[in-house]
């Protein structure tokens, strides 16, 4: 395993206030362990008000968390030591309208303590990586948001840091502005950059992220790969059977499958006809039950034209593992 470079252990964060009840404490984030390793695109979904943006600001020292631990680079969170290190771009970031891409950038340049010739040199490099190369000088407000988060993409690199950490960075962009920014993370990952991305957005970390976590109701309810997030034991298997062995008429869909199909309590099937093949569709658990059906089929005299087992997608994680009732994601 790389070395870790985001360590949190049981992270907790409680905001205490007081509502025409009384007293109400609101748990946003509630005992949170998860680790991000170098040169991975570490993604936090979750759906709004998860307490994404909670974890993100208690990483970055702005909020301090009630109980747990974490760690930026074996650093406390908070410390001057592990800030240096990280890139940090905001889901609301703002550029003072008078600014160009160029002028804002030495403007941050100089919040983190470089010097002319250094922003000069950097922000050359950042300009032509994130796609702003010849329109550097133009004034912000004439940038769409696809440019505006590319230039905030550009600051948040400006001090050349080893982690990115980016919150909600496709959030309200077209699919023009969500291309662009992919790209430039893409290319952040191959250059051997560490990035920690907060989204709700379940096609964007699909995309982009080599691990994920998903977070709900301040609980992590799953982490891992793409791959490992999708259960192997919640799989669909498709079956096409051809027609022509009803040649006495009887009609497939009032065939009685079930005593092949092998079926378990609370496990659903379907049959429809397509292109002339009888369309099995089940829901199955796990390998050996996909040989139990396939052998009983043939067992019978049933050939097989096709067969798909279907892994189950991201989004049906998500819905398995979170429920409809948080399900706030796009």
């Known amino acids: 395993m790389s070395q870790s470079i985001v360590d949190v252990q049981h992270l907790k ?13 609101v748990n946003a984030v ?7 390793y170098a040169g991975e695109v570490f993604g936090l979904l979750g759906p709004n008000g998860a307490g994404k943006t909670t974890l993100i600001k ?3 020292g702005v909020v301090k968390p009630t109980s747990g631990t974490a760690t930026l680079f074996g650093q406390a969170i908070g410390s001057s030591a592990a800030r240096r290190r990280v890139g940090y771009l905001p889901e609301s970031l ?51 948001k696809g440019m505006y988060q590319r230039l905030g993409l550009a600051q948040a690199l400006l001090h050349d840091p080893d982690l990115l950490v980016l919150d909600e960075p496709t959030d309200g962009l077209d699919p023009v502005g969500r291309n662009e920014v992919r790209r430039v993370i ?28 998903i977070l709900a109701r301040g609980e992590i309810k799953a982490i891992g790969s793409l791959d490992e997030l999708s259960s192997s034991d919640q799989q669909q298997l498709v079956i096409d059977v051809p027609r022509s062995e009803y040649a006495d008429g009887t009609d497939p869909m009032e065939s009685d499958w079930s005593p ?14 397509v292109r002339n093949q009888d369309r099995l569709t089940i829901d199955v658990e796990g390998q050996s039950q996909i040989d139990r059906i396939v052998d ?9 034209s096709r067969l798909i087992v279907k892994q189950e997608s991201l989004e049906e994680t998500f819905m398995r593992l979170v429920g409809s009732e948080e399900a706030d994601v796009s």
């Open 260 to 273: 092949l199909i092998d079926l378990r309590e609370g496990q659903t099937w379907s049959a429809s006809v």
């Open 94 to 144: 703002r550029v003072d309208r008078h600014h160009t891409a160029r002028t804002a950038l030495q403007y941050y340049g100089r919040m983190s303590r470089m010097d002319a010739a250094s922003i000069g040199k950097r922000s050359d490099e950042l300009l032509k990586l994130v796609g702003l190369e010849g329109r550097d000088r133009e004034s912000v407000r004439r940038f769409s």
């Open 30 to 36: 509630r005992g949170v362990s998860l680790q991000a």
């Open 58 to 60: 208690m990483l970055l």
């Open 186 to 213: 893409d290319r952040l990952r191959e250059s051997g950059k560490t990035i920690f991305l907060n989204s709700h957005i379940l096609q964007e970390v699909e995309l982009v992220c080599t691990r994920v976590a």
């Open 296 to 304: 009983r089929l043939r067992e019978e005299g049933h050939s097989i």
């Open 13 to 25: 964060k409680t905001y205490r206030g007081w509502s025409f009840r009384g007293r109400r404490n």
